[in-house]
């Protein structure tokens, strides 16, 4: 399964953008879509997930009610919506696919996107 994030790039604090995740080459059988996001000089951290086959999402405290995942069947793709963003929210992004269980755990994920990036300004 390949993953290509599209939609990253430079926002002003308090500014939106949408990411989008195109899965090809394959599918999964795991039902766990996620993303996640990793700032300079930090490590790797969950953002959202998403159960591809009931729709239930999951957020990270720290993005609860600013960023929305949703999912697109039709296109097998994944987007994030990301609002009210922060200076905070500067990292790469990284969308994932496949996992099974605990899809705040990055272990848990079968395949990862290249990344994007992100830079809020203040």
């Known amino acids: 399964v390949q993953l290509v994030e599209t939609g990253g790039g430079t926002v002003q604090d308090g500014g939106s953008l949408r990411l989008g995740c195109v899965a090809s080459?394959?599918?999964?059988?795991?039902?766990?879509k996620g993303w996640f996001r990793q700032g300079p000089g930090k490590e790797v951290e969950f953002v959202a997930a998403i159960n591809w086959s009931t729709g239930r999402t999951l957020y990270a405290d720290s993005v609860r009610g600013r960023f929305a995942i949703s999912r697109d069947n039709d296109k097998n793709a994944v987007h994030l919506q990301m609002n009210n963003l922060k200076p905070e929210d500067t990292a790469v992004y990284y969308c994932?696919?496949?996992?099974?269980?605990?899809?705040?755990?990055?272990?848990?994920?079968?395949?990862w996107g290249q990344g994007t990036q992100v830079t809020v300004s203040s």
């Open positions: 080459r394959g599918t999964t059988n795991n039902p766990g």
């Open positions: 994932a696919a496949g996992a099974f269980n605990d899809f705040r755990n990055r272990d848990e994920y079968e395949y």
